[in-house]
């Protein structure tokens, strides 16, 4: 993943600093074991994701860049059920704070602290061939307290949705985008109020996906343009997603 960012928007929407440059790119390895063990009905699985960050950033008076291991993301339980129109999965995971941070540092890989994080999703498809979809992806991220700097940041609620449609069997091309919200305010170790803002941002693009069956592999190349941002950088990704059957 690339992502791409010359602004940040204060909690009024407008530009601060007005000379910002934020380029990052991130590669991440993601095993996947889903059983056949069954749990109401559903398939029960886990997984976890491994990301290395490159960071290079330029603010007024000061740049800085890093690359090193980020914050890795274990998912112990993931729920999935599978229907005749629809598929659906729910899970709990969470971030281990296991990349570098240091409070001084402009580009750090890791957060410093841990992160619960509840999913929700589901793809309902329109026809019996199922080549035309609806997707929704919910995610609700519980944060703990940031020891170096005795502040807990605020809880964040993530929907992500897609509409997309198959073409010859194994090309699905659609529309896709997410809208992140902060919840709750950043507080201080006593319990006070940190920030009284709360950050925002949305995203749309497109998307193309493809799966090739000799080789048992699906890409999927995405482009996300940001707006209405709010107390947060504002910019574009880019994501390359290849997955292996095993």
Request: a negative charge.
């Amino acid at each position: 993943m690339y992502k791409f960012a010359d602004q940040v928007k204060n909690a009024h929407g407008e530009k601060r600093p007005k000379d910002f440059d934020l380029m990052a790119y991130a590669q991440a390895i993601r095993p996947v074991y889903i059983t056949k063990w069954k749990v109401l009905g559903a398939y029960y699985g886990m997984d976890v994701l491994v990301p290395f960050i490159y960071t290079d950033l330029e603010v007024p008076g000061a740049s800085d860049s890093s690359f090193n291991l980020g914050d890795i993301f274990v998912e112990p339980i993931t729920l999935s059920w599978h229907g005749k129109r629809f598929d659906a999965a729910v899970g709990y995971g969470f971030w281990a704070p296991s990349g570098q941070y240091d409070k001084n540092d402009l580009t750090n890989p890791g957060k410093g602290f841990w992160t619960h994080m509840l999913t929700a999703g589901a793809t309902w498809f329109f026809d019996e061939p199922k080549t035309w979809a609806l997707s929704g992806l919910c995610r609700y991220e519980i944060n703990m307290e940031n020891s170096d700097v005795h502040i807990t940041p605020g809880q964040e609620f993530t929907l992500e949705w897609g509409a997309s449609k198959t073409f010859a069997k194994t090309i699905d091309v659609g529309l896709v985008g997410y809208y992140q919200q902060q919840i709750t305010k950043d507080n201080g170790h006593d319990g006070t109020v940190a920030s009284h803002d709360l950050d925002h941002v949305a995203s749309v693009g497109p998307e193309v996906n493809a799966f090739i069956p000799k080789l048992k592999l699906f890409a999927s190349l995405r482009y996300l343009y940001e707006f209405g941002a709010s107390d947060r950088p504002q910019g574009s990704t880019v994501t390359l997603t290849l997955t292996k059957i095993l």
